[in-house]
């Protein structure tokens, strides 16, 4: 059974970059045929994916967070990090990772980890 775990700093102050990183046990980010995912869920809004690496390492971003995402990965520890730039109060919210089959679909999810953009 895979699982993710979410972990990163809680606050973190305007125009700062957000760093968070998904750890992933029971399975390989390498793994032929499957896509990891960062998705958020802001206060009184619905889930906003922000983008997804590939198996092969491949990485694509949401249009609107493009310019302020970058998606990387460690394969020797199993993990990958998101990094958000020049934050705002709006980027405050609950920030999950994910895996899925396709790049639209995501069937195992992390708990979730709150960020606060406050200075």
């Known amino acids: 059974q895979v699982q993710l775990q979410e972990s990163g700093p809680g606050l973190v102050k305007p125009s700062q970059t957000l760093s968070l990183t998904c750890t992933v046990s029971g399975d390989s980010i390498t793994n032929n045929g499957y896509y990891w995912n960062w998705i958020r869920q802001s206060p009184g809004k619905g889930l906003e994916w922000m983008g997804v690496m590939t198996f092969g390492g491949i990485t694509y971003y949401a249009p609107a967070l493009k310019n302020r995402t970058s998606i990387s990965r460690d394969t020797s520890k199993n993990q990958f990090t998101l990094q958000l730039s020049s934050v705002t109060p709006e980027d405050t919210g609950v920030y999950f990772c994910?895996?899925?089959?396709?790049?639209?679909?995501?069937?195992?999810w992390g708990q979730g980890t709150q960020v606060t953009v406050s200075s």
């Open positions: 994910t895996r899925g089959p396709n790049l639209a679909t995501s069937l195992y």
